[in-house]
Structure formats: C-alpha cells, structure tokens
C-alpha cells in the first residue's frame, strides 16, 4: 500500500509551473497572492503577444515547512508570463508614476466563447489589469533565490 506524500516531503527547487485552464490558473493565484512589484517591471510586448511582471513573491508553498521548522518566511523572485496577449487594459495603474509597487490579490480567467477570454489581475487599492487573450496560457517561474521577507512576518488578510 504507498502511502501519500505529504507537504513537507517536497523539495525546495525553483518553481516552474504552467497553467492551460481556470482550474490551473486558480493555482498560480494562489501562489502569487500579495506579491508585490514595481510598475516599472510590468511589459506588454506586443509583437510577441505576451505580458510579463517580475515579481517579488511570499512563498505560500514554503510557509507550512517554516513554520514547522521554526524559520522565517521568505519571498522569491519570479517571472509571471501570460501569453497570446491580444489587448491590455488597467485600471487605477499610473504607470507615470515610476515610484509605484503594485500587489497582486488574485488572478481569474473569464472563459469567451472559444478558447479565448479574459485573464484578470486584481491589485490592491481597487487596480485592475485586464488582459484578453486568445487562448489562457500562463506561466509562473522563480528566477531567483528565496530570501527573508523583510517583515518576517507572512502577509495577513483582514
């Protein structure tokens, strides 16, 4: 009989995780929540139709493990890429205002009729980035060691 793996048997690699549908994609929010990021690391490049922000990222896959082994938190660096990008939209995004971080709350997609929809970034502060894609393909990848989170502390909802 094999027994189930349990959180803390995971390793401690990079992650490099792609999402194709909702389902996916709901997982990729989760481990991007309250990610922060400057409006200057936010790029549409619409030749290659694809939108990417560098984010600095709490570690919510490690938070269980810290804890337990009585460490602190850490954040990460990493890519978020959505690609087939046909149209960007924001709302409450000054991207003049070079000084600015943004947090990612969540990330939905809002199927059309094909395969072609809606990817939704909700930002803190009531900001919104809509990106309309032809078809949902997403990508999340850490570019970078994980490091102490400057409060040391896990971010709370309230």
Known sequence: MSQDAKFEDGGEAPLNLGALDGDDLQVISSLVQDAVFPVTEMRWIAAERKFALLLNRFRWEDKPVAE???????RVQSVLVVDNVMRVASQGVDRSEKDMILSLLSMAFEAGEDADGEVILTLAGDGAI???????EVTLKDVTRPYLAPSGKAPTHE
């Open 130 to 136: 809509r990106l309309s894609v032809e078809a949902l």
């Open 68 to 74: 337990q082994r009585g460490r602190p938190v850490e």
